[in-house]
């Protein structure tokens, strides 16, 4: 119940296309969604996030769709850059006081030119 | 506004050596986390600290893992004896509370590799 599943492991996009990175989670208790950006030799950076109460979320070229009854949530990453080309995570986490993210295992994404 | 400050970078040692890892988070977060990640996975909790607190350790082997939070500021995460397991990305991340939702800023780790 606490895993966050994410697909794909690897994703390649032709410069201009759309990417999209699904992850779903078992326990209803959580409510915030973060994604988060990896570079190689660099920390995670958050890059969008969204709570249940909504279904859609975007923020530039970065769109997060949720699903709650489906407990399924994408990122889509919309005329993709080779600037792009990251490891993307979900996570997931519930303000129980622990506010212990739980994360997927990635995405390595790759943005041809 | 620095982020979080992490050091080394890197490090390698021999199985049974000790090691720590020095972390210090954005100004003014008093919440503080350390994560390990290994190759290919995401990160997972070992510590979260409130000031000086230790709030969730759960996941820390603390056989071989220590952690201290002196000052409620920076932090140290030790393992004595390291392991060949052991090798991975130690993350140290910081939080401020934003609304109901604490948002959290990652260092750029300590890659460790235990020979």
Redesign the interface.
Known sequence: QQQVKQSPQSLIVQKGGISIINCAYENTAFDYFPWYQQFPGKGPALLIAIRPDVSEKKEGRFTISFNKSAKQFSLHIMDSQPGDSATYFCAATYPSGTYKYIFGTGTRLKVLA | EAG?VQSPRYKIIEKKQPVAFWCNPISGHN?LYWYRQNL??????LI?YENEEAV?DSQLPKDRFSAERLKGVDSTLKIQPAELGDSAVY?C?S?LRSG??????????TRLTVT
């Open positions: 979080v919440t290919g996975q995401g990160p997972e909790l979260r969730d993350l991340a939080s109901m939702i604490y948002e959290q800023y990652f260092g750029p780790g």
